[in-house]
Nanobody, 117 residues
Framework: QVQLVESGGGLVQAGGSLRLSCAAS????????MGWHRQAPGKQRELVAL???????SYVDSVKGRFTISRDNAKNTGYLLMNSLNPDDTAVYYC???????????WGKGTLVTVSS
């Protein structure tokens, strides 16, 4: 059974930065696409960023140029570096894992990011 555990969330002022981490158990991490989703209060969950096993990345337009997704397959860990945060980035951020072109089968419990104005 794969478990994903996020960390690094917290309260930050607008313009600040945070780095989220996602630690994965099991042996499938390096072979799967890793992603970060977020869900803001009263809003639908949205995909923020993806990174393939080979390191190819993609981002939702609202975070391009501000967020960077990365992974360390040797450590079974993924990251989301978030710069220039604004109140619209306030949400619970979820790490997820799944096969290329398929659904995200594994989800963490989330970490809360709150950006104050």
């Amino acid at each position: 059974q794969v478990q994903l555990v996020e960390s690094g969330g917290g309260l930050v002022q607008a313009g600040g930065s945070l780095r989220l981490s996602c630690a994965a158990s099991g042996s499938i991490f390096s072979r799967n696409v890793m992603g970060w989703h977020r869900q803001a209060p009263g809003k639908q969950r949205e995909l923020v960023a993806l990174i393939t096993s080979g390191g190819r990345t993609s981002y939702v337009d609202s975070v391009k140029g501000r967020f960077t997704i990365s992974r360390d397959n040797a450590k079974n860990t993924g990251y989301l570096l978030m710069n220039s945060l604004n109140p619209d980035d306030t949400a619970v951020y979820y790490c997820n894992l799944g096969p290329f072109g398929g659904a995200m089968n594994y989800w963490g419990k989330g970490t809360l990011v709150t950006v104050s104005s």
